[in-house]
């Protein structure tokens, strides 16, 4: 088994590249899906959100209002903190489920947003980094995720920078040219990971 961590800043492009290896057969383990996973209705995590933000972040429906807990965090990076703390040791157990599921050939792709930021490398055989030009990441966060310019410089500026996501990757993804661009890059990675 070959234990890979894939990152990137939000609007780099990783849930693509996430897609692409999949297609090609690695197992893939996304802590963002994990991540809602744990702090659904009913779930010890969602009690233990409320119990740390209040009733104010739950929808009418009962479920996480994501966005507005977003807001809260994302401009505060005390709460941002305490969130991790909750989200991240769940987050952490399932992903080790998933793993030990998965055959002793297999390519185990952990897509993890925050790997650079809460120092995970190490955890990992390699580290992909998917990187695009913060200009690009800006763009794709308002052209294409229709965000507010300055709601996606702060979710940019919650997260590690670029260099300090470079630092940690042994392979690195350019995106910053069309989807066309990417495809070929992403094949190569999947062949060397397959050899790793």
Do not use: C
Not at 14 to 43: H, N, Q
């Amino acid at each position: 088994m070959v234990k890979v961590g894939l990152t990137g800043g939000i609007g780099a492009g990783k849930s693509e590249v996430s897609r692409l290896l999949a297609s090609y057969g690695a197992v893939i383990v996304d802590a963002d899906k994990i991540a809602r996973e744990v702090v659904e209705p009913g779930t010890p995590g969602l009690a233990a959100v409320v119990e740390e933000f209040g009733d104010g972040v739950l929808a009418p429906d009962g479920t996480l209002d994501r966005p507005k807990l977003g807001g809260i965090v994302f401009a505060d990076p005390d709460k941002l903190k305490a969130l991790n703390a909750i989200v991240h040791p769940l987050v952490g157990v399932r992903s080790a489920e998933l793993e030990a599921s998965a055959g002793p050939d297999a390519v185990v792709v952990h897509d993890v947003p925050l790997l650079t930021e809460n120092g995970l490398a190490p955890l990992y055989d390699l580290v992909v980094v998917v990187d695009a030009d913060p200009g690009t990441q800006l763009d794709r966060l308002v052209r294409l995720r229709g965000m507010a310019a300055d709601e996606a410089k702060s979710r940019m500026a919650a997260q590690a920078t670029r260099e300090q996501r470079l630092a940690v990757a042994d392979l690195v993804i350019d995106n910053d040219g069309p989807l066309e661009a990417l495809e070929p890059q992403v094949r190569e990675v999947w062949e060397r990971l397959r050899a790793a």
